[in-house]
């Protein structure tokens, strides 16, 4: 257990301290990879908020789950099913997930007065495998929602109604999403982590950079991976 967690906290040093000059999800951190599509993998997430907090994350650098082409988002949605299937078989649950959807590139090596870890703008959507409802708490800053049901729908919601400009989501245990347009709202850093965290009553982990939760990196893999790796053969099986 000793060893690995070092494997772990090695692999995230450089984004935690700040030495990185590159975007964690393109740099592909294998330590807590669970498993890889074509187009998308599974990681760990750095900051667990609580044991099992995953992200299915684009293989290319991508802004956001609705400007993906057409095969990254067929895989992401089979990825999003095998995610809440291994929650409800692990956790007894399907888990929440939510989305910063930007709309921007990687500015990594950009020099500016801002926190360079805010900049990287790489498809990343957040699962917990927790029966929790922030909508309040996003409401407060962001009351303007719109509901979809579908990567489809969501797709079409940021094309047509917010004209490609960026937005907040979050999905519930049915898979319901709510949109929250974000126009040129200053959003705090990591707000719905923040919330997540809030609303668990855990709020001193809802910032990466502070909790890294690496001890939490090895039950949750253990558990997981198995059941991930299974329900990902059988669905590409599946497909044969």
């Given at each position: ?7 772990y ?30 187009h ?59 989305e ?42 962001l ?13 079409e ?27 040129d ?21 809802a ?13 949750g ?20």
């Open positions: 257990m000793n060893e690995n967690r070092k494997v906290e090695d692999a995230i040093r450089p984004y935690i301290t700040g030495e990185a000059e590159s975007c964690s999800y393109c740099d592909h951190l294998d330590p807590l990879i669970l498993i890889e599509g074509v998308t993998y599974v990681t760990l997430a750095i900051g667990q908020i609580v044991e099992g907090y995953v992200q299915i994350c684009t293989q290319k650098h991508r802004t956001a789950a609705t400007g993906l082409f057409k095969p990254e988002s067929i895989e992401l949605a089979g990825m999003k099913k095998i995610v809440r299937a291994a929650y409800r078989e692990v956790y007894g649950n399907p888990g929440v997930a939510f910063n959807g930007k709309a921007g590139s990687c500015l990594w090596k950009e020099k500016t007065e801002h926190n360079m870890k805010d900049l990287c703008h790489h498809t990343h959507i957040h699962y917990l495998p927790v029966e929790i409802d922030i909508r309040k708490r996003i409401e407060e800053t009351p303007e929602v719109i509901i979809v049901h579908s990567l489809r729908e969501l797709a919601v940021r094309r047509d109604e917010l004209e490609s400009r960026p937005y907040l989501y979050f999905e519930d245990g049915s898979e319901t999403g709510y949109v929250y347009p974000v126009d709202m200053k959003i705090p850093r990591q707000f719905l982590r923040k919330c997540a965290a809030e609303e668990l009553g855990v709020p001193e982990r910032d990466w950079l502070t909790y890294p939760g690496v001890e939490l990196f090895e039950k893999k253990e558990k997981l991976q198995p059941v991930l790796t299974r329900l990902h053969d059988e669905s590409k099986n599946g497909r044969k």
